[in-house]
């Protein structure tokens, strides 16, 4: 049907590109989601890895102290070295973190932006989806207005239905096959009465000499005649009864 509606067309053409605008709108949201997952999954890791970092620190201070309370001082010292080495481990995990958390700012507001894209396209494609729905109903209803202007009759010859329109004025009695055959029985004669040409068919019982509208005038002049008799008679009728 859109291909015969010029304006059914047009907007199937913009729902189809509106559907393919939401279509890339929506990728771009789930890429922006996964990166702001994946983004979150860091933060969880350096959570996990910090939190070791802190044991590991608490072990070693622990037995730096244990290790100087036995006297071995250079055992002690080895590991305050050691808590230390990992003190700055933690404090670049911390740091590390921190920046991560900037990233997943970052993520969380390109998400966003993204999310708000994909949700003014869906309206956009919502509102060309009602548009073109709406002038199909249209459509559709036209077409039933349209569908009951037409009736149906049979071909006289063949039985064939026809389709006709209800606007016109006699219902055809030939479908189009036995029109066309029934063409070469069909002569033009000349009016006796009037000299104008009229058409005739070879197969008719009895063939007029005089044309319709000849036919018509003759048979208007005889009914005016009998009117005038009548008239005539119903003049006379009085005196005839008083004589």
């Known amino acids: 049907m859109s291909g015969k509606d010029p304006e059914l067309s047009q907007l199937g053409d913009e729902l189809s590109r509106a559907r393919a605008a939401y279509t890339e709108a929506k990728l771009v949201t789930d890429g922006a989601k996964e990166h702001l997952n994946a983004t979150g999954d860091q933060i969880q890791e350096y959570n996990v890895q910090i939190a070791d970092l802190k044991k590991s620190?608490?072990?070693?201070?622990?037995?730096?102290r244990a290790l100087k309370a036995e006297g071995d001082r250079e055992g002690a010292e080895e590991h305050r070295r050691s808590a230390q080495a990992l003190q700055e481990a933690l404090s670049a995990k911390y740091e590390e973190k921190k920046q991560?958390?900037?990233r997943l700012d970052e993520a969380r507001a390109a998400f966003n932006v993204a999310l708000d894209g994909q949700k003014a396209l869906r309206d956009e494609m919502q509102a060309a989806w009602d548009k073109f729905n709406q002038r199909l109903e249209y459509l559709k209803a036209q077409n039933e207005i349209e569908r009951a202007k037409w009736l149906e009759t049979t071909c006289k010859e063949c039985g064939k239905k026809i389709r006709y329109h209800k606007d016109r004025k006699k219902a055809p009695v030939l479908c189009r096959e036995c029109y066309e055959k029934d063409k070469v029985?069909?002569?033009d004669r000349q009016c006796a009465r009037c000299g104008a040409d009229f058409r005739i068919n070879i197969n008719w019982e009895?063939?007029?000499s005089i044309c319709p509208d000849c036919r018509k005038k003759l048979a208007e002049e005889k009914e005016r005649r009998a009117m005038q008799e009548r008239d005539e008679e119903n003049q006379t009728a009085p005196e005839e009864r008083v004589s």
Not at 57 to 63: M, S
């Open 206 to 208: 009895h063939i007029p």
């Open 100 to 102: 991560c958390f900037a």
């Open 57 to 64: 620190v608490d072990l070693e201070y622990d037995q730096m």
């Open 185 to 187: 029985n069909w002569e």
